[in-house]
């Protein structure tokens, strides 16, 4: 069954009818269905993202017709035109939706962001303000309001003053949004920015109170601009090395769609992709606790990793610097997957890499310097396991070399 889907684009997908309804009636087996796909590259990521898109914005927009239900209107009512092909059809109408959905979809992203609740806990905020449909190559911040900024750099540093002050690497910039956070502060509200790092850039964020974040490509982070007195808590999808600012009055919190991290003063690194099936925290200094969905609680110590995979969780000792060397451009690796090593890879470079099951399955060891271009890395690669590799339409296309 996985086979057929790899060929499959957006349309086909929202024609399918077991697709569709993983979406509308989800369960725990069909998300890892996807998941699986999605990991071994059984299906083409841009093609699901415009699928799953769609029906999610049609699901909340009206839900009491099914996706499914809505597509056979439209189909019945195409019917009655004869000048009008039922495949050509069918793109004008996903296209239009699209369309109209898009703007729907940011009209609601920015109510969200300009209402937050401080009375909501940080990962529904960070639902709220999750932008629907988010495609660029530039880093982006958006505020508590309708603004945000565009940043064209590789890795910029942005950093919040203890005085309210933002700068981007090292320059003060939009006083004005800075006046409406004061006047949110004022009013005794939380006030959430987001920072979103796209695939193929890097980004460091310190928070006011000094915590020093180190992004990961492909990565959201929310926050409060300003913590309140009693608790510090951020929201984040993807990869981030945090040093958390030590202060026993007020804890620190890390939260992900499926952990909840308390640190007081630590550094440890949290790969918390919201698409990936694992989740990672690695320690390298202090302590943590956490928890995981249902699960009881569990306190790390140094040169301990704690990986959570669908309900299971384990525990083992690891070398830290494996994990967080990617914040120097180098990735360290022992006995992993070609396929976990090239989906990191295509994160890292925002490039896509398309892979064969047997070249994915192939075992590897050993360091990457990412600071090399793609190709040069891809080539190292080469050298250690027997594949092909070919470029076509800026796809990297990797097959398993008899």
């Known amino acids: 069954m996985t086979n057929k889907y790899i060929d499959y684009k957006f349309e086909d997908l929202l024609q399918d009818d077991f697709f569709v309804q993983s979406w509308l009636n989800p369960t725990p087996q069909t998300e890892l269905f996807w998941a699986r796909l999605r990991s071994e590259h059984l299906i083409k990521e841009k093609e699901y993202r415009k699928a799953l898109f769609l029906i999610k914005s049609f699901h909340i927009t009206n839900q009491s017709i099914p996706l ?16 009008w092909q039922k495949k050509r059809y069918r793109l004008f109408i996903i296209r239009t939706a699209a369309c109209f959905i898009l703007l729907l979809g940011l009209s609601m992203s920015v109510l969200y962001l300009t209402r937050p609740s401080e009375r909501d806990n940080i990962s529904l905020v960070a639902q709220k303000i999750k932008p629907i449909y988010n495609e660029t190559d530039n880093i982006q911040l958006y505020f508590s309001n309708e603004r945000k900024v565009d940043i064209d750099k590789q890795a910029p540093s942005i950093e919040y003053t203890a005085n309210g002050m933002l700068k981007i690497n090292r320059q003060i910039v939009d006083k004005e949004q800075q006046a409406e956070t004061s006047r949110g502060e004022t009013k005794g509200s939380l006030i959430y920015n987001q920072l979103i790092v796209p695939k193929g850039k890097r980004s460091t964020l310190i928070l006011e109170d000094s915590t020093k974040l180190w ?6 982070v929310v926050y409060p601009v300003k913590f309140p007195s009693n608790k510090r808590e951020i929201y984040v999808d993807g990869e981030v090395y945090i040093d958390v600012m030590p202060d026993k009055e007020c804890p620190f ?28 925290v690695v320690l390298v200094r202090g302590s943590v606790v956490v928890d995981m ?21 384990e525990i083992k000792d690891v070398n830290v610097k494996d994990y967080i060397l990617w914040k120097e451009g180098l990735y360290s690796y022992h006995s992993e997957k070609l396929s976990t090593i090239l989906n990191r890879l295509s994160r890292y470079y925002g490039k896509e890499i398309d892979y064969d099951p047997r070249a994915g399955s192939l075992k590897c060891s050993g360091k990457l310097d990412m600071l090399e271009n793609l ?9 250690t396991v027997p ?12 097959t398993y070399k008899e």
């Open 293 to 313: 969905d249902n699960e009881q609680s569990e306190k790390l110590t140094p040169n301990k990793m704690l990986s959570y995979t669908m309900g299971k969780k």
């Open 375 to 383: 190709e040069i890395v891809l080539d190292g690669l080469s050298k």
């Open 387 to 398: 594949i092909q590799i070919r470029k076509q339409n800026d796809i990297y296309e990797i």
């Open 215 to 220: 992004i990961n490509s492909g990565t959201r």
């Open 253 to 280: 919190f890390v939260k992900t769609n499926h952990l909840n991290i308390k640190v007081l003063g630590t550094a440890f690194n949290v790969t918390a992709y919201e698409e990936d099936l694992t989740h990672l």
């Open 68 to 83: 499914s239900e809505q597509l056979a209107l439209w189909e019945k009512i195409g019917k009655t035109n004869a000048q």
